[in-house]
């Protein structure tokens, strides 16, 4: 695990360091793994979420890491607007040391079920993840975010084009998808530009880990639980 710097930097469009980004990606890719096998067959994404973000606290305390906390389901308050529309829930939210105190300062990691066959998953981890984080509903302001793919169903380089497709399509050729790293629990990730509410550049990083093993008959459900 990598330690960070206490003072506060790339304000307020709130920049993670390598550092930071490094713990990150570290904390979830290992939490996947770990709770991998306690995701069943037919497992909706609120469950697995639930699975991971525990297995994450888990690793927190184990490492002793004591400049970072990790939240559950995060709940957003647009206090310009009353339409609820604009409201949102992300599944995990992380605060390091030098975050504290700011509620609208956080690490966001928004977790989607994607996989070879799964066309609909595929497709909402677009319309109901990255999205969200382009029009600014979730991490408005912030120079990094990251979304937690949960692969159900191999090769992952099929639900990785089609995803990356539909980004390109609806955002442009500037967010294309690029690998920029590899971890031993991750089957790949990459990284790609955003223009967020027409004008500020976010960075979201893409984890895409393996669930197969656990899920591997899960047929696409009709909803999300």
Known sequence: MLLTPDAPIGQPSFQLSADEIATVVDLACRSAHEGRNQVHSGMLEVPITIVIRKAMRRLKKAEGITNLQIRGEHELEDMATADPALLGRIDIT????????????????????????????????????????????????????????????????????????????????????????????????????????????????????DMVSAAQNQREPMARA
């Not at 105190?101 to 966001?108: I, Q």
């Not at 066959?117 to 120079?143: C, I, M, P, W």
């Not at 937690?148 to 169903?153: D, I, K, S």
């Not at 084009?161 to 690029?178: E, M, V």
């Open 94 to 209: 992380l605060q390091f040391l030098r975050q504290f105190g700011d509620e609208d300062d956080y690490v966001a990691v928004e977790c989607k079920r994607v996989g070879a066959g799964h066309a609909t998953l595929n497709a909402r981890y677009v319309s109901e993840g990255v999205d969200r984080f382009v029009t600014g509903q979730y991490s408005k302001g912030h120079a990094w975010a990251f979304m937690l793919a949960h692969v159900l169903a191999l090769p992952v380089d099929q639900p990785i084009s089609t995803i990356n497709d539909r980004i390109c399509q609806a955002y442009g050729q500037q967010a294309k998808l690029a690998a920029v790293s590899t971890h031993a629990q991750a089957l790949a990730i990459l990284s790609g530009s955003l223009v967020q509410c027409g004008a500020h550049i976010i960075r979201l990083q893409h984890i895409f880990v």
